[in-house]
């Protein structure tokens, strides 16, 4: 009592309260014990477990334990002395465990919850950098255990369980050691078997070394089914399964040259037989699952020869308590309808025990003679009914969304973020929106307030990569991976869980939807598929574009691709460039960079930073073999700023960059200022100087320059404009600060230069960053609208190139063109005329809005981002509505590119549904704007096209609005 069970119930949390716990802490320590006792406890085998479990029941209060009488008197006597240090209340988590999937092969370390976020678990796994698993709320817990893939093998797990104010708790569990080169596992329960050479158990698993040979005392014994190596980095260590025969008392473990011995100590135990459950259903942590209208069973092992029946069955007793620890009922066999099986077992049913309508979780103690007895948890489920729509596939954001249909009169929550449940006549609905494939749900009883939890298991694959030291399985995370890091043998294995009756294949994918090399792996190891990536770096080392990916496609038996494939993994094979130089030699100039590795048939670019209206250098690369040294040779290079890119021309994506580009100067310092202080005041070197230098453009006389601009001037500053968006230098040509040559852009004089550049925009193909230039241009200051004799037959192209210029144009037109009026119904969701029959002025009734100034709310960048209108950097003054329709135009710029694909509806839904989310603060402040019942006319629609909707547009965007000007 005084070593073996009082600290377990004095302080359960530090010294454990299951017999495993009380064991191994008996092992690490056993000073002061009583020799015969020590070894009782660590190697009596189930009498052992037997009779520390039952003198636990009767410390904690259980008045029926089946321990004989006079030991009950000598503990009673015993804790009666002790009266002044009460038990402490059972605590509510349960002891960490290492366990084997023998479903994937997998060994994982099951950490409990613990129900306080200032907890957290620290695991040292030898040979590893110590883990710390997370704490989480329990609507993100898909099972009441934090979940460890075990990647390697591995000598000893250390657990630590702190607070902030130190540590908890401990627990240890024994691995693979040159003295006990193997791991055991219960056949049953899974759980690891370690610190004792007596077996419980009759079956278990051996994790062991190739060649381990298990000899009974007739001799070797095989095992029923050789499961292979373990998932991840086992490698030449194998999973099997053993089944022992029932007169066998020892058997000898012998692995690499070393013996070990265990005395076999299993009796037949009592079994919990469950009625089948849809094969979809899954309990929710270790439990048996059932429905409470077809109760589960106790078998009992049958009578010896010798015995009376009826005396053997009243020498049993079952117990039941809830969740909670309260004894719910408790009743000897003998009292238990009872059936005799093949055999001589004996089938206990349990409808006097658990009557009625008890759904909820059930632990169910069977005690028999010491050393025959069992514990069982029981998951009890309401009558209900399951249909399911389902779409097979591998899980990621292509999944098509499953709903199970539930028929039940009892309340339904999902577990998992993402899930979602909705009611419907007679039942639930459950939608698997984060698809996953499983949708763990509690069930309430809407009577006694009992909840029970399971899962719903749907056919979709599960997938995980290893190689990334022990963490959370993180199922159906992609990752971002290198070839080195793939090379590396650090993350070169992939694990698919597959559903039952489908394949499974892994692809290497050249974007967009090339694929490169299939590897084929049918499910093997009952459901678990593996992926050697290895396979794969050849083809990642001798290609040429920057990046691939990885994709899973799920496919039936007779290899029909099933569902959409999955992304699980990119993989980045771009180039590293560095150490540029320069060597010139008359009018050539040799440019030389190492490179991470060799890319055949690869062509190289550089440009001019300081000068981007200056066609870009290009020419073939040329390596030195071994050396990792590239050259290209090119024109004499003046002093400057330049950047190198390095691409490849493919047949089947065309031209693509296949490392990120590298800056580097022509000269050094003093060079370049030297060239800087030569350039002419003429608009090609200005823009130069400007590029050149980090001085002020208005110390040096710029101001001056770009106000005074001529017409020719101002044609030409236009033309190198339009000559570095042409060659892609879109970045630079923004350094300039072109507010100081607004004046000259805007001015009337300037209308033919303005013209040319006009027509060069109308022509060009969308452009990144192009809207930012116009606005740094200051366009909507430039006099006069776009000219007529560009506008006309083009109206739909300026929509095309900038949604504002597209506006621009059609609401000045929108009062007498009908044209100018639909494309505004095709880009901005205006209302169709033919459905619509207003008339008036649509543009009187507007609201001016360029009157605010400096208003107290202030928009998050998440409330930003939701509107997907981030489009301008900075307030444009276009429309005299001061920026507010500018930032209309912006938030509808993405959902017009959905206009033609049915999804523009369903996108501004979202929209407009993550705006209801944080409305109230913009409506105080729309008030304000928009006047006395400004808001209010957008729910009793009037007269008038526009009228009716511009409050709607403008609450929409005023959060845009509001932002860019505070940033102003």
């Known amino acids: 009592m005084e070593h073996v069970i009082w600290p377990s119930i004095a302080d359960p949390q530090r010294n454990g309260d299951e017999v495993s716990e009380i064991r191994e802490r008996l092992i690490r320590n056993h000073a002061g014990m009583h020799r015969p006792v020590y070894r009782f406890v660590v190697y009596g085998g189930r009498v052992a477990e037997d009779v520390i479990q039952r003198t636990m029941d009767l410390v904690r209060g259980l008045d029926d334990t089946g321990l004989p009488s006079w030991f009950v008197d000598e503990v009673s006597a015993w804790v009666d002395g002790r009266a002044q240090e009460p038990p402490r209340v059972r605590r509510r988590w349960t002891a960490p465990v290492l366990v084997f999937d023998p479903e994937y092969v997998r060994i994982l370390l099951r950490l409990p919850y613990i129900d306080s976020p200032v907890v957290r678990w620290k695991v040292q796994l030898s040979g590893e950098p110590d883990f710390d698993a997370p704490w989480k709320e329990s609507w993100r817990r898909s099972a009441p255990y934090e979940v460890l893939l075990v990647e390697e093998p591995f000598s000893s797990i250390q657990l630590f369980a702190f607070t902030e104010k130190g540590l908890l708790t401990s627990r240890s569990f024994e691995g693979l050691t040159p003295k006990r080169p193997f791991l055991l596992f219960h056949g049953k329960s899974c759980k690891a078997i370690s610190g004792t050479r007596t077996l419980s158990t009759r079956s278990f698993f051996l994790v062991a070394p190739a060649g381990a040979c298990v000899q009974g005392p007739d001799g070797e014994i095989g095992p029923v089914e050789d499961l292979g190596e373990p998932a991840s980095r086992w490698r030449s260590i194998v999973a099997r399964y053993y089944e022992l025969p029932d007169d066998v008392p020892h058997i000898t473990l012998t692995i690499q040259g070393k013996t070990n011995e265990f005395f076999v100590d299993a009796d037949a135990e009592p079994a919990l037989d469950c009625p089948a459950v849809p094969a979809y259903l899954e309990s929710y942590g270790d439990a048996a699952l059932a429905f409470e209208t077809a109760l589960p069973s106790v078998i009992l092992p049958g009578p010896p020869g010798h015995r009376d029946a009826a005396d053997y069955l009243a020498s049993w007793t079952i117990t039941v308590r809830s969740d909670d620890g309260t004894e719910r009922g408790r009743m000897s066999a003998a009292e238990l309808f009872a059936e005799r099986l093949p055999g001589g077992r004996v089938r206990l049913h349990l409808e006097d025990l658990i009557p009625g309508r008890d759904i909820g979780r059930w632990h169910l103690r069977v005690n028999g003679p010491l050393g025959r007895s069992a514990e069982f948890i029981l998951d009890l489920l309401p009558a209900m009914e399951f249909k399911i729509d389902e779409h097979p596939g591998v899980a990621g954001p292509d999944l098509a969304v499953s709903t199970v249909d539930i028929t039940t009169r009892d309340g339904i929550s999902v577990l998992e973020e993402g899930d979602f449940v909705e009611p419907r006549p007679g039942g639930w609905r459950l939608y698997d929106r984060n698809r996953n494939g499983r949708i763990p749900f509690t069930v309430r009883n809407i009577a006694t307030g009992r909840e029970t939890t399971a899962t719903i298991r749907l056919a979709v694959a599960q997938w995980r990569w290893t190689g990334h030291g022990l963490e959370p399985l993180g199922d159906n995370t992609p990752r971002q991976l290198s070839v080195d890091e793939l090379a590396s043998n650090k993350a070169t294995l992939l694990l698919a869980m597959v559903p039952p009756s489908y394949d499974i294949e892994l692809r290497l994918v050249q974007r967009p939807g090339r694929i ?129 890119e390095v691409w490849v021309d493919n047949e089947w994506t065309g031209r693509k960059l296949i490392g990120p580009a590298t800056d580097f100067d022509v000269g050094n310092e003093d060079e370049l200022r030297k060239r800087a202080e ?112 560009i506008v006309e037959g083009n109206e739909e192209r300026l929509w095309q190139v900038w949604l504002p210029l597209g506006a621009w144009c059609d609401l000045a037109l929108a009062r007498n063109d009908p044209g100018a009026v639909a494309r505004c119904h095709t880009y901005l969701g205006w209302p169709d005329l033919e459905t619509d029959d207003s008339d008036g002025d649509a543009f009187e009734p507007l609201p001016e809005c360029g009157t605010i100034t400096g208003p107290d709310f202030q928009p998050g960048q998440d409330k930003v981002r939701a509107m997907e209108a981030a489009l301008l950097p900075v307030p444009g003054r276009m429309f005299d509505r001061d920026g507010w329709l500018n930032s209309a135009f912006a938030t509808l710029k993405q959902l017009s590119r959905h206009a033609a694909d049915g999804e523009f509806e369903k996108r501004r839904t979202r929209l407009v549904r993550e705006y209801m989310r944080w409305r109230e603060p913009l409506e105080r402040m729309a008030e304000s704007v928009l006047g006395p019942d400004g808001l209010d006319r957008r729910w009793t629609p009037r007269q008038r096209v526009l009228h009716e909707y511009w409050p709607v547009l403008g609450r929409m965007t005023l959060a845009v609005a509001l932002e860019r000007r505070q940033k102003a």
């Open 516 to 644: 490169l090399q299939i590897q084929r792996a049918k499910a093997k190891q009952k459901n678990l598929a593996r992926f050697s990536v290895g396979e794969f770096l050849d083809t990642l080392r001798n290609g040429a574009a920057p990046s691939y990916e990885f994709e899973l496609q799920l496919l039936s038996a007779s290899g029909i691709e099933v569902g959409l494939p999955a992304t699980v993994a990119t993989v980045d094979t771009s180039i590293v460039i560095g150490q540029v130089s320069t060597a010139h030699t008359g009018h050539q100039t040799v440019l030389s960079w190492s490179q991470s590795r060799a890319v055949p048939t690869a062509n190289g670019t550089v440009k001019c930073l300081t000068r981007p209206w200056q066609e870009p250098f290009t020419g073939p690369v040329d390596y030195d073999n071994g050396a990792g040294v590239a050259r290209m040779s090119l024109p004499k290079l003046l002093p400057g700023r330049y950047s190198l």
């Open 678 to 789: 030569a350039l002419p005041p003429t608009v090609e070197g200005t823009l130069e100087r400007i590029l050149l230098t980090s001085a002020q453009p208005a110390a040096d006389g710029t101001r001056e320059f770009f106000r005074d601009l001529g017409q020719y001037q101002v044609r030409e500053l236009l033309a190198l404009i339009a000559k570095s968006v042409e060659f892609g230098s879109m970045r630079e040509i923004l350094r300039v600060p072109w507010w100081l040559a607004a004046e000259s852009l805007a001015s009337g004089k300037n209308a033919d230069a303005r013209r040319d550049f006009w027509q060069w925009l109308i022509d060009r193909d969308g452009t990144p960053r192009l809207p930012r230039l116009l606005v740094s241009l200051g366009v909507d200051r430039w006099q006069g609208q776009i000219p007529a004799e």
